[in-house]
């Protein structure tokens, strides 16, 4: 075989993989903007329950069609601190069981079914919703497509791997070694981890599996081999996510690894014993479906790959806590280790998270939120206290604090810049819009507040003093904007459309008690019932709470206008 035709080959082979994974990142992200919001409120409601987790992984990847790209969401989750490496384990668990549902997909879709005899007519049906302005419509369309490209790809795939010559290297190294011999089958599950680290989807490592063995070029033994390489291959993606994320989330990555490497381990010993289970069960399904014997071969490979991903869930989800220790044990905790989280949108190559990264920013967003209510929480203390010593560590925990919030600020604003450019529903659009808005107001408060630490500090130097009646007035101010930030937090928190009544009672009361105050302030200043200066700084504190509670109040009316 001269060069030209060898690279002809290969760029074919790479051309039908191609042409898959496009469907299926078309069908992911349709899919995400079918069920994007419902998925939020479901994922938000995590607990550590270990079922449910197992569960919700299994959803998690059922949407993404991606174990990869479910696992580096659940590194994400425990890097942003939204769960813990206990949960995180039963949702990688869940994830790889999750995995298994495209691979039954594609057998009997792509062999026992002639899914070309409707793939045209049903391009034909949905091209016209496509073009439609309803967004629901558009990504029903899309997920059809997405289904059609990827079996398409299949067919491609299936039409171009029998012409590749069968003396090609590998394959010829396959077939002189004894089938069942360590050798061969350790260098099999090499081979299942090189290609999907090459094409970052364990799927479509699998349909090439599954191509492979229905054209007789491997044994059952060498495909089964590749499979369990295609488990452990595609934890890379989950440990490269983790390189810029906390110690945490390295731990996570690393436990999807053990979890994978440990399953490859325990069926070493009973091998032989799984390929004739297999074998049997096999021709009980086929004497039953009375199906084609070309169904055989993928059947095989779903059985193998679904009885490995469940039969090592089901033994290693009784070893969450020893997997979680063994993970410190490799990652030793540092002294003072920091529970730092580094907010970033991880696209995988098959399928983009982008819908499901809004759980991830609503809880960075509380997080912010929280920091500027507690800046505000140090003003009142800030006003009475007469220690200089106390006075200096609150003066400094606020700057401290302002400055962490103008950080969050910048890798919010550049975060939801980047979900701007992702593909999402009309409703997440309106959220990610709606969160650019919140983002900045909250900044604000936070930035209010370091004004009125200044205004204080200020007032103090030029030993102002405020009389009895200006400080109950004040005290009462600081309570309705503390009620009214607390609301914003409860908002915030809230996964689904919230009440503005509260707020709005809140705000209404703010603004006729700022209203009130500025008029007693300019009569009490015209009869010289204090100095100017102190009347000075005591209205800015009045004017600059009023505008805290603004701030707040456009933060739960931008969330009630954004579902």
């Given at each position: 075989?001269?060069?030209?035709?060898?690279?002809?080959?290969?760029?074919?082979?790479?051309?039908?993989?191609?042409?898959?994974?496009?469907?299926?990142?078309?069908?992911?992200?349709?899919?995400?903007?079918?069920?994007?919001?419902?998925?939020?409120?479901?994922?938000?409601?995590?607990?550590?329950?270990?079922?449910?987790?197992?569960?919700?992984?299994?959803?998690?990847?059922?949407?993404?069609?991606?174990?990869?790209?479910?696992?580096?969401?659940?590194?994400?989750?425990?890097?942003?601190?939204?769960?813990?490496?206990?949960?995180?384990?039963?949702?990688?668990?869940?994830?790889?069981?999750?995995?298994?549902?495209?691979?039954?997909?594609?057998?009997?879709?792509?062999?026992?079914?002639?899914?070309?005899?409707?793939?045209?007519?049903?391009?034909?049906?949905?091209?016209?919703?496509?073009?439609?302005?309803?967004?629901?419509?558009?990504?029903?369309?899309?997920?059809?497509?997405?289904?059609?490209?990827?079996?398409?790809?299949?067919?491609?795939?299936?039409?171009?791997?029998?012409?590749?010559?069968?003396e090609a290297g590998i394959l010829e190294f396959l077939r002189t070694k004894a089938e069942n011999s360590f050798l061969s089958l350790f260098f099999a599950t090499l081979i299942g981890i090189g290609i999907t680290l090459l094409i970052q989807s364990s799927t479509a490592t699998i349909t090439l599996t599954m191509v492979l063995l229905s054209e007789g070029m491997v044994s059952f033994e060498i495909a089964a081999a590749l499979i369990i390489g295609e488990n452990i291959g595609t934890t890379a993606t989950a440990n490269i996510a983790a390189i810029v994320a906390n110690r945490n989330a390295k731990r996570t990555a690393l436990i999807h690894t053990l979890f994978n490497l440990t399953g490859a381990l325990l069926i070493i010993p009973v091998f032989q014993y799984v390929m004739h289970f297999i074998e049997e069960l096999k021709e009980i399904i086929l004497q039953l479906s009375d199906k084609d014997a070309m169904l055989a071969a993928p059947l095989k490979v779903s059985l193998f790959h679904t009885l490995f991903n469940l039969s090592n869930t089901f033994i290693l989800i009784w070893f969450v806590k020893p997997l979680q220790q063994l993970s410190y044990a490799i990652i030793p905790q540092k002294k003072n280790e920091e529970n730092g989280r580094t907010l970033s949108l991880h696209d995988n190559f098959v399928t983009s998270v982008s819908e499901l990264s809004l759980i991830h920013l609503a809880k960075e967003i509380s997080k912010m939120a929280k920091i500027s209510q507690k800046m505000f929480d140090l003003v009142p203390k800030l006003l009475m206290e007469k220690n200089q010593e106390e006075y200096q560590m609150l003066n400094d925990n606020i700057r401290a604090m302002e400055q962490e919030v103008d950080q969050q600020e910048q890798i919010l604003m550049n975060y939801l810049a980047r979900l701007t450019e992702s593909k999402l529903s009309t409703e997440s659009s309106k959220l990610v819009n709606g969160s650019m808005i919140i983002v900045n107001n909250i900044e604000s408060i936070a930035d209010i507040c370091f004004k009125l630490a200044r205004i204080i500090e200020l007032k103090n130097s030029q030993k102002a003093w405020f009389n009895q009646p200006q400080r109950d007035r004040l005290h009462l101010m600081f309570e309705i904007v503390k009620e009214s930030l607390n609301q914003m937090k409860v908002n915030l928190e809230k996964p689904q459309k919230p009440d503005l009544a509260v707020a709005q009672r809140i705000e209404i009361q703010l603004n006729d008690l700022s209203k009130e105050y500025i008029e007693t302030h300019l009569t009490d200043l015209k009869a010289g019932a204090y100095p100017f200066n102190s009347g000075n700084f005591y209205q800015q504190i009045v004017v600059y709470c009023e505008k805290v509670g603004d701030h707040a109040f456009t933060v739960s009316e931008t969330l009630n206008r954004s579902y």
């Open positions: 075989m001269n060069m030209v035709s060898l690279l002809y080959e290969l760029m074919s082979v790479l051309g039908a993989l191609a042409f898959f994974l496009f469907g299926m990142k078309l069908m992911s992200e349709s899919l995400q903007k079918i069920a994007g919001f419902r998925m939020r409120q479901y994922l938000s409601a995590i607990t550590a329950n270990r079922w449910k987790g197992l569960l919700t992984g299994f959803v998690i990847t059922g949407i993404l069609q991606s174990s990869s790209a479910a696992t580096v969401l659940v590194v994400g989750f425990v890097n942003a601190g939204l769960i813990t490496i206990f949960d995180s384990v039963s949702l990688i668990m869940g994830a790889n069981i999750g995995t298994t549902v495209t691979a039954w997909l594609i057998t009997f879709f792509g062999y026992s079914f002639n899914i070309r005899v409707i793939i045209l007519p049903l391009i034909a049906l949905v091209i016209p919703l496509y073009f439609s302005n309803n967004s629901k419509r558009k990504s029903v369309a899309e997920f059809v497509l997405g289904f059609a490209i990827l079996f398409i790809g299949l067919q491609f795939l299936r039409d171009v791997l029998p012409d590749i010559h069968r």
